[in-house]
């Protein structure tokens, strides 16, 4: 965020300050403080001016200037109210050189999933993705995809919902809405995130990652797929401040990035499939077997009764555990 408004917002935090008192702490004239109060007005902050001067009475509940304001994570956000996808916006940021950026919208209508997807994204939601060039072989890719779910499970958890991970990126919560009437309630696992990464890197090295966060945040139900077993934060846990959430997923993940080698140890403790029986189609065949392990940058070992096979990409099925 723009330097000046940064401390703008700072000094008004503390209560009403005079404009002639705030060009003087800051060192601009006063028309400035009222050109840069008036660009705050213009992205939602309340400011309100009384005799005793400006007073911050309220932060816009999404959009960039506010996610990034006292945000412990060094992003510029690029805020849509509505963008077809926010991985394509991302994209190209990333090939004109963007770095440390995020694209971030209320709503996408053309958001797309993995193998080209629909991802229904309505208004209300957290659409998100994150530009990183971080010097890596592109092997390592699938641990930014890890990354993003431990940090969105985090934050979900803090937020009082009972997330976790099922391989490899979805964020999931279990049990029916209305576990009372439906037994078996605990094999249902309903899909909170989807995560979609996407890179570009010669043979050594990542050029640019692009991580695609989907999170059902403040979502109306009835406007998603209901074959897929969606969740949302609103039904799970009540409205969620979509500021603080945000600022708190790209918090997460900018310290997981700076540490990949602690993401697997953080996945493995949030993890679903860890121990149960899954089936996994991958590009090369189905495996069948019980999931014993994910190991660094991503990879899932299934042990088939026959063998481990490591597994680094496709979808996976939970299955119901093998009678005995
Ligand atoms: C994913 O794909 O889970 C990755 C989703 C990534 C979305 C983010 S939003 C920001 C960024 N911009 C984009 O355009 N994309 C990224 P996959 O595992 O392939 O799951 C896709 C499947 O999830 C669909 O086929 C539906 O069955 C289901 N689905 C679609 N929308 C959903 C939603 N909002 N909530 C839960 N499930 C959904």
């Not at 790209?250 to 997981?256: G, I, N, P, R, W």
Request: charged letters at 30%; hydrophobic letters at 40%; glycine letters at 8%.
């Amino acid at each position: 965020m723009q330097e000046t408004r940064a401390r703008i917002l700072d000094a008004l935090t503390e209560g009403p300050v005079a404009g002639p008192e705030l060009a003087e702490r800051l060192d601009v004239s006063r028309a400035a403080v009222w050109k840069h109060v008036e660009a705050l007005r213009e992205e939602g902050f309340g400011i309100a001016s009384s005799g005793e001067g400006y007073a911050l009475v309220e932060f816009p509940e999404f959009g960039g200037a506010t996610v990034e304001y006292d945000m412990d994570a060094p992003f510029d956000v690029e805020f849509h109210d509505s963008v077809p996808s926010t991985n394509a916006r991302a994209r190209e940021l990333a090939q004109e050189g963007g770095d440390d950026v995020v694209v971030l919208a209320d709503e996408q209508t053309g958001g797309r999933g993995r193998l080209d997807r629909e991802w229904t994204s309505p208004s209300g939601g957290i659409w998100l993705s994150i530009v990183v060039r971080p010097d890596v072989p592109p092997t390592h890719a699938p641990a930014y995809t890890l990354a993003a779910a431990v940090a969105v499970t985090r934050v979900a958890r803090e937020a009082g919902a009972d997330a976790r991970i099922k391989w490899p990126n979805d964020v999931v919560v279990s049990g029916a809405s209305d576990s009372k009437s439906a037994p078996r309630s605990d094999d249902i696992e309903r899909k909170l995130a989807g995560i979609l990464t996407e890179m570009e890197g010669e043979a050594d090295r990542v050029s640019w990652v692009v991580v695609g966060v989907g999170i059902n945040a403040n979502v109306d139900p009835d406007e998603l797929p209901s074959e897929a077993n969606p969740a949302t934060l609103s039904t799970e846990v009540g409205y969620v401040n979509r500021r603080l959430f945000t600022q708190r997923v790209l918090e997460e993940f900018d310290a997981l990035r700076e540490d990949l080698e602690s993401v697997v140890p953080a996945w493995r403790e949030y993890a679903t499939t860890l121990g149960k029986r899954v089936r996994v189609d991958t590009p090369g065949g189905e495996v069948v077997g019980e999931a014993v392990d994910v190991e660094f940058p991503g990879a899932l070992v299934v042990d088939t009764g026959d063998e481990r096979v490591t597994v680094t990409a496709g979808d996976c099925e939970h299955l119901r555990p093998v009678e005995r």
